[in-house]
């Protein structure tokens, strides 16, 4: 099955080529795409009407009969497929337990102009992230949380490395991604009356005592070095976890979701204060 | 300094046999003790009044003034000191930056049936988990939410594991752990009157709603299959982290941090309602 798409066998063929490219933050960036592996982020990615530009299959691992019908479906609405031999495919994917199927996609972002928060809207901004699979948590925990989009305010947060499209489970097709820098981000929360909640072991405020006008964006910064002390000023509020016994922090990603969760929750609740 | 330490520099010598052991399951079983790595993780021990047996260091790497200080006051409290070649040391730690300082700990635990619950306490309970950094980061959250021990209800899931310890950041050190069967927990839980709040994806409650007696132990499951229907069935009350978006679920670490300070927060409140 499938044995119709054509064979690319040879390490040096160049569509081999430009499909390894897009394991580096270079290749992508020329690109404007990204790869993603396995039946359950393809699947997701069709849900959320991604653009699909190529679909890799190896047919020695793609035994799943779902993931056999979404290639041929994909096929049948004109999506080109080419097939890797085992060896090449492993090369491409690293994955531990590659299931066969891969596809280029388009990277989909919005510009900040062209963004208008809805009324009650929660949104996140990440100042900068330590580690590509700590973004892809965040992302997952955010469409989670219910957030509308996300802010990358560093150009050096990849959200298309493989390891946060792994991480993120999908949740990167569903959300909104805002590239921008710092001030672009302040003059649109300014212009649009959102309340900038910065996250910070020294926030002012027990996280669970915030109660802010919405929508509001909750701003996160890197695992070991928090938000920038530019951003810290530029929040309207700043809160904190308090912390019990000896420990001085959680884990990044545990804090972020504490923090997302909760504002989601209390702005669910507005309708009944 | 600390060059008046015995040096052991060969492989064979059985003083760094048995520490090597202790990198596994079985010799930590065997010897009931464990090793740390760190300056910090050090401190922290001291600090919990832990019970500490040697320390090993290798004197190329550990330059940290706080870490030498801490490692003479040791030695006169009468800890037995030994050294180590830099080669012998990486062999031991396996830490990508090793500070030159490691102690062999008593494991210490409590036993079941000398346990009584604070009259408002939480507590966790941690059925299994699928990999020992998981266990770690459950460690460093239960104590930074404020939780007085951890039920570890499997013996598969061990504290000990260096990647555990590590990841705890020394939170190992202040938690009450409590190894037992399900069945002794289930009667423990009875006998003290304690609420057993079990947390699934398929939970009956909004987390949020959730209001229950105190004390109280929030039980979870493994990353991947979550809690068994046995310890659904004991469960008094069964939670949910409601998801939005295409999200099934969120990265286990997260979900547990989310319900550990939600429920951390409720007991704190307790008093003004």
């Known amino acids: 099955m499938h044995e119709k798409y054509p064979l690319v066998s040879n390490p040096r063929d160049p569509r081999f080529h430009s499909l390894l490219n897009l394991k580096g933050h270079g290749g992508r960036s020329r690109t ?18 991604c653009s699909i530009l190529q679909i890799i299959v190896d047919t020695s691992v793609l035994s799943n009969v779902f993931g056999q019908k979404l290639v041929r479906r994909l096929r049948q609405t004109g999506v080109p497929a080419i097939r ?3 060896e090449l ?17 388009r990277q989909q972002t919005l510009a900040i102009g062209d963004l208008k928060p ?14 590509p699979g700590n973004l892809g948590t965040i992302l997952r925990t955010a469409e989670a949380a219910g957030a ?46 959102v309340t900038i909640v910065g996250s910070s072991p ?15 964006v909750l701003l996160v910064g890197s695992e070991r070095q928090g938000l920038s002390p530019q951003l810290m ?20 990603a545990v804090a972020r979701g504490v923090l997302l969760f909760e504002m989601a929750s209390q702005r669910e609740q507005r309708g009944w204060g």
Request: with cysteine; glycine share 8%.
């Open 89 to 105: 495919y492993r090369e491409l994917t690293m994955a531990n337990e590659p299931q066969g199927v891969c596809a280029e996609l």
């Open 148 to 193: 509308a989009g996300i802010f990358l305010l560093e150009r050096s947060s990849d959200p298309w490395d493989p390891v946060c499209v792994r991480a993120s489970m999908g949740s990167l097709f569903g959300l909104r991604l805002v590239p921008c820098t710092m001030a672009e981000f302040v003059s649109w929360a300014r212009k649009h009356r």
């Open 84 to 86: 890797l031999t085992p």
């Open 32 to 49: 404007g795409t990204y790869l993603i592996e396995g039946i359950r982020h393809l699947a997701r990615a069709v849900e959320r009407n």
């Open 118 to 131: 809805g009324r009650d809207s929660l949104w996140l901004a990440v100042e900068s992230v330590d580690l």
């Open 202 to 216: 020294r926030g002012l405020l027990n996280f669970k005592a915030l109660r802010c006008r919405w929508p509001a």
């Open 233 to 252: 000023e530029h929040s309207h509020l700043t809160v904190r976890i308090p912390m019990h016994g000896g420990c001085d922090s959680v884990n990044a």
